[in-house]
């Protein structure tokens, strides 16, 4: 299987390639019918930005295909719902927060496949072989684009937070025998009564910073995020982590610091030191790019109630 690197290199368009949006909306018309994918929260910003709930854009604007969302097309012109004339010209009423598929134009894999197929585009689109030169690395960049809704502040976020997790692994391998060895058995991740003394859990709770938060909601999707339910048993009431299925974590990679720390066999003096610095660092995280912080509860953090 070829490389990334070797694919770039044998790209035909490795020189670049030449675009500008002459907001003509020929790309968002008719007469061929097509097909414009919205995400779960591509769906939410455009109904906060009309005004409407999402149930009412659905219903006004969206079709279901499968278990995915397309916008829907006017049934006489094929455009796109969204493409009205505006001060005698046709534009996008929802620009701002228009999709990611509208976003990538042209660079859409069809229109990459090769030199016939970006010149069958440009009969089309006549932005295409004209004005700002796209290189190799901006239009690889383009086409992978998935969470435009990032802003820099957030990007800036979750980078800081990985080196974070990243410097706290290390400090974690770096000092096993303090550290302790974690059997995996999943324990930890029940937050029973404090009065508990079962031998299913440990009588703690799992604090987590506000831009951890951020880190998982970024790297998941807000779609994403699940509640902690609680059961009650015939003695204790168990509040488990709904990441851990079947006895495993199924967010291991993004998981929270006090997970990352905590082991049952684990010197107490060294956990708390090291909670201590990583707490330091968070929040540096949140003065540097204007955060508040918050040291929360899981459950409150995942439910929404930051009590």
């Known amino acids: 299987m070829k490389s990334e690197v070797s694919k770039k290199k044998n790209s ?92 990538g134009w ?8 090769n030199t016939n197929a970006w010149n069958k585009a440009a009969k089309k689109c006549h932005g295409i072989n004209r004005g700002r030169l796209y290189s190799l690395e901006k239009i690889e960049k383009i086409r992978k ?17 990985t080196e974070i997790y990243k410097w706290l692994d290390r400090e974690i391998r ?45 790297n998941l999707g807000a779609e994403n995020i699940k509640p902690m339910a609680t059961s009650r048993g015939s003695t204790t009431l168990t509040i488990r982590c709904p990441y851990n299925i079947d006895g495993k974590c199924t967010i291991y990679e993004y998981r929270f610091a006090g997970c990352r720390i905590f082991c049952c066999k684990a010197d ?16 540096s995280v949140c003065t540097e790019f204007g955060v508040p912080y918050r040291y929360i509860d899981l459950a409150g953090a995942l439910n929404g109630t930051f009590d």
């Open 12 to 103: 035909w368009y490795v020189a670049g390639l030449h675009f500008e949006c002459l907001q003509c909306g020929r790309c968002c018309s008719g007469p061929a019918e097509g097909t414009i994918w919205v995400s779960r929260r591509e769906i939410e910003l455009i109904a906060d930005f009309l005004k409407l709930s999402e149930g009412q854009l659905r219903q006004k604007y969206m079709n279901r295909r499968g278990l995915r969302s397309t916008i829907i097309e006017d049934a006489v012109t094929r455009d796109c719902v969204f493409l009205q004339e505006v001060d005698g010209r046709k534009r996008c009423t929802i620009y701002p927060v228009r999709p990611n598929q509208c976003r």
């Open 145 to 161: 684009q998935k969470d435009w809704w990032l802003n820099d502040q957030q990007r800036c976020t979750v980078k800081k937070v």
């Open 268 to 283: 107490k003096d060294f956990q708390s030191r090291l909670s201590e610095s990583v707490l330091k660092k968070f929040k």
């Open 106 to 113: 042209p660079f859409w894999p069809e229109n990459l496949t």
């Open 174 to 218: 770096n000092n096993a025998d303090l550290a302790g060895q974690c059997d995996a058995c999943g324990r930890c991740c029940n937050f029973e009564n404090p009065d508990c003394t079962c031998e299913h859990g440990f009588d703690h709770r799992l604090f987590v910073t506000t831009v951890e938060v951020i880190y998982l909601t970024m």
